[in-house]
DNA sequence: CGAGCGCTTGATTGAGTTCAAAAATCGTGG
DNA sequence: CCACGATTTTTGAACTCAATCAAGCGCTCG
């Protein structure tokens, strides 16, 4: 997969050579070293992150101070708090870098100049909540309905690069269980087969 | 608060007394019985359900054959299977009425016209969605981080008016708990006051 | 090479489930 | 308006899945 935000916007708005190049101006790519902040609860979130390199997450910390982690991104992938930067309210998300990372900040303005250029950039735009509003309620739906084990058995499935990339804490926390307990349904997995 | 889809639309549209006449045209409003159902698991969603009176419910059924409600719609409401009706896919949610109701059925094409007419109606229906978002996050994060009292707690907080209307088992059934599981947590949280 | 982090394993605890049955409430027809 | 059956809620007891607490192992990276 070619990861780079240039290529996403060919993809996705269909622009002229000249539109295209009046839009990049002044988009800035930062790198991000590993454990970095890009948005902490109690803030508002003033961007869409767009992953060009590298392994984001978004997570949550509840009030016995443990965290749950609630969307990874990887390269192509796009992170934020929509209902912070939407509604100007203060988050409850904190994101930060799993990996050393390439992030383009997508603001408020970027994406307003992005719409009036390219209806089909409105369309993907439309399309891409769409798809948020989907995997939410896949994975309420999954919390509510399914045991430890079944939505391992998904997320593996589902996220097999990320898998690769992260943790086995940060799956458990992902996945709404312990550390220990992860640990234990995956022994469960490998007896079985 | 008024409940009526013509008010909804003239707080959200902004039509002027013709465009309104010609939009409203072959918009229809069913009575719908309590129990019957308005979307199946397996089908595809074609409308917006919006309630003008009564009380909808979306629930998914999983495998061990146990009701999971997704949400509640009373009036002024609407409900529908986003993930469905937009990637046209089978939807895997049940809708039906819990009390008998009024429920307009709002089409592709009626909310193509409204989109045409209203750029209003457009900055509101993308609205709706990040609200959508903003309450899936919320929901995901509870079944993440609190334990069933604080989910209750928070459900008889945000949605008193559907508490007074729905049996004790469907509160359960939202919180992601078993009827006999709520019954205790409100016996224990009458104890404490 | 040692300190820290992540993973595993064991023992114990606990929140919520399951199964069963009684008590309360609701709705409907007589 | 009452009575009866059905549904909902409550209560109890046993059980289960996952959490917690605690200890040990292995890796890596500083």
Known sequence: MNSDFKTYLNLNANLSEQQYSETIKGL???????????LRSGEI?????????????????????????????SEGW????????????SSDLYIDAIEDSEVYFLDESFLQKL???????????????HNHIRNLQDRVNMLLGATAE????????????????????????????TPESLSRVRKQLTKKS
Chains 1, 2 share one sequence.
């Open 45 to 73: 979130c003033m961007y869409i992150f767009f992953v060009n390199k590298g392994l984001l997450r978004s997570y949550t910390i509840d009030k016995s101070g443990k965290e749950h982690i609630i969307q990874f991104a």
């Open 150 to 177: 079944e939505r391992y058995l998904k997320f593996i499935k589902m996220y097999p690069n990320i898998l690769a990339r992260i943790p086995q804490w940060m799956v458990a926390s992902y996945l709404g269980i």
């Open 115 to 129: 719409s009036c250029l390219s209806p089909e950039f409105i369309k993907n735009n439309t399309q891409a909540l």
């Open 78 to 89: 796009m992170i934020t708090d929509r209902s912070s930067s939407f509604f100007n309210e």
């Open 28 to 38: 800035q790519i930062k790198n991000i070293k590993k454990g970095e902040f890009l």
